[in-house]
């Protein structure tokens, strides 16, 4: 199988600045080298084209820097249903999370999926509901048809993209009151923090791959940084204390890999200004790795 590497420089969807730098730290972090090394044929298509924050307008504070992200979510969305229709597998380097209304849209292109969404927050909020007005936390609603008619349409398709019932958020510690009502009204699965601690990351990412495996054409996954402790990746834009760890990270991306259903990858928010000696970019590396099947040891005990 090829992968492709996509890189999507945003930071339009964040508050924070340094995000945009976010697909050349994972890059540097020997991407490409360690993909091959696992045996995969490696194409990068190089970056999206996404404009800077200062040749965009805020026209509205509560859809901030909407008239240059829709174009963006296009571009985004073609490159990854280009990648899919080769048989290909896009992994896209983000910038903040507002790249995926692009990307999962792009493997949905004519195809039923099922999004498994590791973060500390839900992405889940709308115009009405969020208290910052940054899109990057309204992603995975709008993906899920809530939201500006705008964004939630793109083009003319089906709405909403993802059946809300076939979406799973992993490791969630940071939700505002708005968002839960938008994902109780949805019925999305939302397994927090306080589900790892109690039934462990191997059950709950195991109930995640049930309910969002059934009767589709393959899952995507979309892995932002700040999912994890501070501790473990200090450069992500929007930290929240009592994350996953490394390792629990790396289950999830095994178990999943294990389903044999992965069609494509996001790994957004590593913020290059915030981090540490490429820390975190490095992070990201290595589970984009145990999404695509390295493990430390493949024999017999």
């Known amino acids: 199988m090829q992968i492709d590497i996509i890189g999507v420089p945003i ?15 994972i890059r540097y972090a020997h991407l490409q080298r360690k993909l091959e090394e696992l045996g995969y044929s490696v194409h990068d298509e190089g970056n999206v084209e996404v404009p800077i924050a200062e040749m965009c307008e805020i026209t509205n504070p ?3 820097y909407i008239d240059c992200i829709i174009p963006m979510s296009r571009r985004v969305a073609g490159a990854v249903a280009t990648s899919i229709q080769a048989k290909n597998f896009p992994l896209v380097l983000g910038g ?48 899920a048809g809530l939201g500006d008619k705008s964004l939630v349409q793109l083009w003319d398709e089906t709405i909403p993209v ?20 938008n994902l109780n009204n949805a019925g999305a699965m939302v397994m927090g923090m306080e589900q ?15 309910r969002v495996s059934r009767d589709v054409d393959g899952i995507y996954l979309s892995l932002d940084l ?38 494509g990858m996001d790994l957004v928010e590593v913020n290059s200004v915030l981090d540490v000696q490429n820390r975190t970019a490095a992070l990201a590396v290595d589970f984009a790795l145990s999404a695509l099947g390295r493990r430390i040891w493949n024999g017999h005990s």
């Open 226 to 263: 700040d999912s994890l402790d501070p501790e473990h990746a200090p450069g992500v834009g929007t930290p929240v204390p009592a994350g996953l760890t490394q390792r629990e990270t790396h289950l999830a991306c095994e178990l999943i890999a294990e389903t044999g259903k992965l069609i």
């Open 96 to 143: 903040d999370h507002s790249l995926s209304i692009g990307s999962v849209r792009g493997a949905a292109r004519n195809k039923k999926i099922g999004v498994i969404w590791i973060d500390a927050h839900a992405d889940f909020n709308t115009a009405e509901t969020t208290p910052s007005g940054n899109i990057h936390g309204m992603s995975l609603a709008i993906l």
């Open 196 to 210: 790892i601690d109690r039934y462990g990351m191997v059950s709950v990412v195991e109930k995640a791959i049930e």
């Open 62 to 64: 509560k859809l901030k």
């Open 162 to 181: 993802i059946d809300p019932s076939k979406i799973a958020i992993i490791g969630a510690r940071d939700l505002d009151s708005g968002e839960k009502v």
């Open 11 to 25: 930071d339009l969807g964040a508050d924070r600045r340094g995000v945009d730098m976010g697909p050349s730290a």
